[in-house]
C-alpha cells in the first residue's frame, strides 16, 4: 500500500512538471535543466523503491541489477542537468551556486555520485576489495547512504518548486507539494529500524543466548 502511495505520489509530481515542461517556452540550454533533472529524481526514487520490498533468490538479484542500472541511468541525467544549467548561466555571465537551490542540488548530485559508484565498485570490483569490511556492512553503509542521498534528492527537489521558472509557469505550487508528500509517506513509511540497522536480527540474539 504505501508503495502505490508513493508512486501516485510520483507521477503527481513528475507529471505536472512535465505539464509545465511543455507550456514553458524552449529555451536553449537552460531547457534542459528541469528534463534531465526531473528524469534523475523520477528514475533515482524508483530505483529505491524496487529495493523497498524483501525479495530473495533470482528475484532479488534481478532487482539489484535493474536497481544498478537505473541509478547509473539517474548520474547521467544528473550531470547532463548540471551541464545545462552551468551552461546557461555561462552563456548569461550570471553567478554560479549562489542560492540554496543550487547548493542543495550540488551537493544532492555530488552524494548521489559517490553512492552510485561506490554500489557499482562493490558490485563489479574484485570481492578481495572489500573483503575487510564484510558484506552487512558494506550493505549497512550503501543503504543508510542512499537513505541520505534520496533526501538531499527530494530537498533540492522541493527549492526547485519556488524557483522563479516554475512560479512563471505554474501557478498550483500545492500539486507539486502534494506529490512531495506521498512520496514521502511512501518512502519513510517503508523504512523500519531492522532497515537501517538499529536492531539486531533475531537469529544473531538467540545466537549470542546460546553463547552465554
Known sequence: MLAVV????L??????????LTKAPWVYPY??????MGLYGFVATEGILLLQPSKKGKQRALSRTVHGSLLSLALVSA??????????????HKE???????????????????????????????????RRIGQARITRIHRVAGYISISLVWG??????????????????WVFYLGM?????????QIT?????LTRKRNSVAASTLEQ
Open 31 to 36: 531547457s534542459w535543466h528541469p528534463i534531465c
Open 96 to 130: 554560479h551556486f549562489h542560492s540554496n537551490h543550487a547548493l542543495l542540488g550540488c551537493t544532492a548530485v555530488f552524494v548521489f555520485a559517490l553512492q552510485v559508484l561506490f554500489g557499482l565498485s562493490v558490485a563489479y570490483a574484485p570481492k578481495a576489495l572489500y
Open 79 to 92: 550531470v547532463v542537468g548540471f551541464w545545462a544549467i552551468y551552461d546557461n548561466k555561462e552563456r548569461l
Open 193 to 197: 529500524p531492522s532497515r537501517l540497522y
Open 11 to 20: 507521477f503527481i509530481y513528475f507529471g505536472t512538471l512535465t505539464g509545465v
Open 181 to 189: 508528500g506521498m512520496v514521502a509517506v511512501g518512502l519513510v513509511g
Open 156 to 173: 533540492t527537489l522541493w527549492l526547485a518548486v519556488v524557483t522563479n521558472w516554475v512560479k512563471r509557469n505554474f501557478n498550483h505550487e
Open 6 to 9: 508513493a508512486q501516485l505520489g
